[in-house]
Every structure is written in structure tokens, then in C-alpha cells.
């Protein structure tokens, strides 16, 4: 199958001299390493040298492409935005050898309005503990609200890590 869709990538000049170098070291062509990477990323079988090391706070000045099929495209594209980042920054952390992994927006999102709803709950309760007067009532359901508040973040986490 041709190789029909390119996909460019911004380096650093000290991470295009790594990446020169892992090539040349490969005996292979950048593009060709480039791809290979990030196609092992995506679970296709490929062989992989070593990861470049990071580079230090270098601005991105050396551009890399590579031809990709239709195909290889979209997966690494869909890769991307699994794990909500464009598609260079994705190649370049696997190049840094990282492999990004994919986020779940939602659950994230629960996550942070749940540990509010905590954070604002045990402030509440330390004011209580403090010798703040609180309705018995109150603090009760203050009490009953943290332990559920407490499991439905136990579930979030426990779905998110079962999840593929």
C-alpha cells in the first residue's frame, strides 16, 4: 500500500542531531525511524532503538516528516487525541521514549468537581472540629455526604483503570 499521508513533526536543533544520530545508529533514515517509532507506540510490531534523551529548554527549529498511509495516519491521529495532544507533541514524547497514554476527559472532569466537592466538605468539617457551631444535624450529613462523596471516587477510579 503507498504511503499517501505526511505527517510533520517541529525538533529542537539538539533533538534533530538525536535523532540523527539514533538513525544513523539504526541504519536507517529519520523518516523511516520517526514512523517505526510511532507505529510501535500504536502496538504495531516494529524494531526499536533506543529513545532519544530529552533535550534540554531548546526552541523547535528542525522539522521531520514522514509519508504514512491513510491508514497509519488515522491511527496515530486518533492515538493523538485519545490522549488529547497534537499529533507532533505526540511524536515527539515517543521519540523522548514516553509512551502518552490516553485520557478520559470525562472521568477526569468528575474527578476534579468531586475532589471539590470534598475539598469544600472537609472544610466544613475542620470548622466543625475547630469549635465552629454546627448544627448536629448538619454535621451528620455533612459526615454521610464525605463517605459518599469518598465512594463514588473509589468507583471512578476503579472504572477507570478496568477501561482499555
Keep these: 500500500m503507498p ?3 505526511l505527517v510533520s513533526v517541529r525538533l529542537s536543533v539538539v533533538e534533530y542531531a538525536r535523532l540523527s544520530a539514533a538513525a544513523e545508529a539504526a541504519r536507517t533514515s529519520r523518516a ?10 500504536l502496538g504495531t510490531p516494529a524494531a526499536i532503538p ?25 491511527a ?37 468537581a468531586l475532589s471539590r466537592v470534598g475539598n469544600n466538605l472537609n472544610q466544613l468539617t475542620r470548622l466543625a472540629h475547630g469549635g465552629t457551631l454546627i448544627a448536629g444535624e448538619l454535621f451528620r450529613a455533612i459526615a454521610a455526604l464525605r463517605v459518599e462523596v469518598y465512594r463514588v471516587r473509589e468507583e471512578i477510579l476503579a472504572a477507570l483503570e478496568s477501561r482499555p
Excluded: F, M
Excluded at 527549529?61 to 514522514?66: A, D, E, F
Design 76 to 112: 496515530l491521529a486518533q492515538r493523538a487525541r485519545d490522549c488529547d495532544l497534537p499529533v507532533a507533541a505526540y511524536v515527539r514524547r515517543v521519540l523522548r521514549g514516553s509512551t502518552p497514554t490516553a485520557r478520559r476527559s470525562e472521568a477526569h472532569a468528575a474527578l476534579v
Design 3 to 5: 504511503r499517501k499521508k
Design 50 to 74: 533506543v529513545a532519544l534523551e530529552r533535550a534540554p529548554a531548546d526552541r523547535l527549529t528542525r522539522k521531520v516528516s514522514s509519508r504514512l498511509t491513510a491508514t497509519e495516519a488515522e
Design 32 to 41: 523511516t525511524l520517526l514512523r517505526d517509532l510511532a507505529l510501535a507506540s
